[in-house]
Nanobody, 116 residues
Framework: VQLQASGGGLVQVGGSLRLSCVAS????????MGWYRQAPGKQRELVAT???????NYAESGKGRFTISRDTAKNTVYLQMNNLKPEDTGVYYC???????????WGPGTLVTVSS
């Protein structure tokens, strides 16, 4: 499995960004996809994941501001981020994990910078 993310960039406080991640080389069956992020000097942390449209998980920091969705036919996951804050700055990593897998696949990361 290979993941390719896009959509990061520089945005002002209160602005919006939409991240996309395309998975290729996947096998049949649904996998959990999502996003983690790593701020400078901090550990990688959950942003949001999705298995089915009614099965999503968000970090508290993003609830009400971030929306995760997926297009199963395109093997693509999206993260709509609104009302961005400086603390949202970091490298955002796409995540892919099939049920019962011992490990996940990570994308190369896309940088999000929120300036005040």
């Amino acid at each position: 499995v290979q993941l390719q993310a896009s959509g990061g960039g520089l945005v002002q406080v209160g602005g919006s960004l939409r991240l996309s991640c395309v998975a290729s080389g996947t096998s049949r069956g649904l996998a959990t996809m999502g996003w983690y992020r790593q701020a400078p000097g901090k550990q990688r942390e959950l942003v949001a994941t999705i298995f089915r449209p009614d099965d999503t998980n968000y970090a508290e920091s993003g609830k009400g501001r971030f929306t995760i969705s997926r297009d199963t036919a395109k093997n693509t996951v999206y993260l709509q981020m609104n009302n961005l804050k400086p603390e949202d700055t970091g490298v955002y990593y796409c995540y892919y994990r099939v049920p019962m897998a011992l490990s996940a696949t990570w994308g190369p990361g896309t940088l999000v910078t929120v300036s005040s």
